[in-house]
């Protein structure tokens, strides 16, 4: 079941064997070049996470895996990753990282990059995959379903509602999904009915330059191999916090537009940042 979940994976999220069969024998060698080196990181970090972080206060050692992981995966892929404003981020209690999504490479620079032992909103087919699956359930990060209904998803906030409770933070990408074209989609309300319901705020984030680098559906970070450093930039916001005087339904939806706003305009301040490092 984990081989064809992964397999699934694979051809649904990254585009390894959809493009596989489009590829020249250079291209598919630069591939095996880029990204086993990769698989070999997660399966080691991956190991360490299982092994080590249930013997580690609070699993710190699945968080250093995790943080280890990004970083030098980030090193690897060619990329020069920068962020702003991480500093208005809070120093305790929970909060919601809400960030606009334009690659699968936003994982590994995020993790590289936000502070905190934040936990990912991943989809459940995730926690199938080997290594990263089983890391990603040890160290408490929470599962969504995105077809399972109004069930699943009141169930996805509660979890939500949980985490920020527990005093840490939590990193969603509330369009969803990837954008295709790099702009920003429409956020959905489960990560903003947890923060409302928790009373936490949210923590805009703008990141700019992975959907350039690895595009929806594509099977490697091409770009990576015809620069030494491709720029990336992360613009973090000041917390927004939920307008108590207004009835929680009201709340959610003005939090969420909010927070929009705010991840768009950091979207094109990392734009404008990464062009200029350029």
């Not at 990837?178 to 959905?188: P, T, W, Y």
């Not at 959610?252 to 490092?277: H, I, N, P, Q, T």
């Amino acid at each position: 079941m984990a081989l064809k979940d992964t397999l699934e994976w694979a051809r649904t999220e990254w585009g390894i064997l959809t493009e596989a069969d489009h590829m020249s024998l250079v291209e598919r060698a630069e591939w095996l070049a880029q990204w086993v080196p990769f698989g070999a990181k997660t399966i080691g970090y991956g190991t360490i996470s299982v092994v080590l972080g249930p013997l580690t206060r609070e699993h710190e050692a699945s968080l250093w895996a995790m943080r280890s992981w990004c970083r030098t995966g980030v090193k690897q892929l060619g990329v020069a990753a920068r962020a702003y404003g991480v500093e208005n981020a809070p120093h305790e209690g929970g909060f919601v990282y809400a960030a606009n999504h334009q690659s699968l490479l936003d994982i590994l620079v995020l993790g590289a990059l936000l502070e905190g032992d934040f936990k990912w909103v991943a989809k459940r087919s995730l926690m199938k995959i080997p290594f990263l699956g089983w890391h990603l359930k040890l160290a408490g990060h929470v599962p969504v379903d995105r077809t399972g209904g109004r069930r699943a998803a009141a169930e996805s906030i509660e979890r939500f509602r949980e985490v920020l409770v527990a005093g840490k933070p939590l990193l969603m990408f509330p369009e969803g999904t990837r954008s295709l074209d790099g702009a920003v989609g429409e956020f959905k309300t489960g990560g903003f009915h947890a923060a409302v319901r928790a009373g936490c705020p949210i923590v805009p984030v703008g990141i700019d330059g992975t959907g350039e680098l690895m595009k929806k559906g594509a099977a490697d970070a091409g770009r990576a191999k015809h620069r030494k450093l491709f720029p990336i930039a992360v613009c973090v916001g000041e917390p927004l916090h939920p307008d108590k005087a207004l009835k929680e339904k009201d709340r959610v939806a003005e939090l969420r537009d909010r927070s929009f706003e705010a991840v768009c305009a950091l979207r094109g301040k990392a734009e404008r940042l990464r062009l200029e490092s350029a």
